[in-house]
């Protein structure tokens, strides 16, 4: 099979189609470097000494990896230097982080999540990185944070790298969704699939069950009807899938369909939801509508939703077209 790289086909979108400037073909081929050093990290595992908590908290409260915190700092020094970037945010920091004054600025926000599924690090499970790419707004003096709160149909780009079995970069700059496995002999991600399509209907879907008391009237019809089978009002058996890393659940649902439900429930009520709007939901569901399904946070489509703060939490339901409509058709009210 004729290898395409992903530079020849960043270079190849570019020359067909125009839409990937040479500052966003750069800014895609760096994260893809550093995703390429996060797998090797991954890969060693206790090996590397890089399992097992860091001992501090991110932003969300949440324990930090050894790995979260590599992964984090690999993406931070692939991308300040370039200057293709103005600015990152990352789930493990805080604030913005500003490219330093010693670098020149670029045109581009890089949002990400560098290491989604951390309780799964430790036991050897499918884990990755999500990011999503905005444009700088115009004019201006220093980045802002304000500069970040874009709603997701404002992305130049989004994709996610998943480590699991194989190491497979996703990416959509908003002409269909392309899967690229990284070829460890070469040392680069090859394209693997192209236009990938998400079948509109499914019999799977992906939530987490033991919270079953805690969801909303809707979110427990439509689980309870799928549990029904043929007997039920679905008239078909479903298959129930959860990974716990939304990274690997994703990378399911475009290669054979399914809907992920991570939704709203009373355990904490003035929580949205538990996954973050910028640097989880909206690139996860731009490549899902990029590959023909859909994403709503149960009521609305999340591409519209207008961030007010940068670490928000969002209720995600995404995937196959027709099960999305269902479960949000429920929620209002059919
Ligand atoms: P739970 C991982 O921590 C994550 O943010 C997503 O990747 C995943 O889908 C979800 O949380 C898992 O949450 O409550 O099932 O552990």
Redesign the pocket.
């Known amino acids: 099979m004729n290898k395409i790289s992903l530079t020849r086909y960043l270079v190849e979108q570019q020359r067909e189609h125009g839409h990937i400037p040479a500052q966003l073909r750069l800014l895609l081929e760096v994260v893809a470097r550093a995703c390429k050093s996060i797998s090797q990290a991954v890969n060693k595992g206790a090996l590397g000494g890089v399992l097992g908590s860091a001992g501090s908290e991110n932003v969300q409260g949440?324990v930090q990896k050894k790995l979260d915190i590599i992964a984090n700092e690999v993406l931070i020094e692939a991308n300040e230097w370039g200057g293709h970037l103005a600015a990152m945010a990352s789930e493990e920091m805080d604030s913005i982080y500003a490219v330093p004054n010693r670098y020149p600025q670029g045109e581009y926000l890089l949002l990400f999540?560098p290491l989604?599924?951390?309780?799964?690090i430790d036991v050897n499970v499918s884990i990755g990185t999500i990011f999503s790419v905005l444009k700088k707004p115009e004019g201006g003096l220093a980045v802002s944070e304000q500069d970040f709160l874009q709603a997701g149909n404002k992305q130049v780009a989004a994709g996610y790298c998943v480590y699991g079995p194989q190491t497979t970069l996703v990416l959509t700059v908003g002409k269909g969704v392309a899967m690229f496995t990284l070829d460890r002999e070469q040392g680069s991600f090859v394209l693997t699939q192209e236009d990938v399509q998400i079948p509109a209907d499914t019999k799977e879907f992906a939530i987490?069950m033991?919270?079953m008391r805690h969801w909303d009237a809707p979110v427990k019809r439509y689980i309870d009807e799928c549990l029904q089978g043929k007997e039920g009002p679905r008239g078909k058996d479903f298959n129930m899938r959860?990974?716990?890393?939304?990274?690997a659940?994703v990378h399911r649902i475009l290669t054979r369909g399914g809907v992920?439900m991570?939704p709203w429930d009373k355990r904490e009520p003035d929580k949205a939801g538990?996954?973050?709007l910028m640097y989880?939901a909206n690139p996860m569901s731009w490549l899902v509508e990029q590959a023909g399904g859909a994403a709503t946070n149960a009521k609305t489509r999340i591409l519209d939703l207008q961030p007010t703060k940068l670490h928000e939490r969002v209720s995600v339901v995404l995937g196959s077209k027709n099960e999305v409509d269902r479960i949000t058709a429920y929620h209002n009210g059919a």
Request: glycine share 4%.
């Open positions: 949440e999540d989604d599924g951390s309780s799964n987490n033991s919270n959860w990974i716990a890393s939304m990274v659940d992920f991570y538990k996954l973050r989880e």
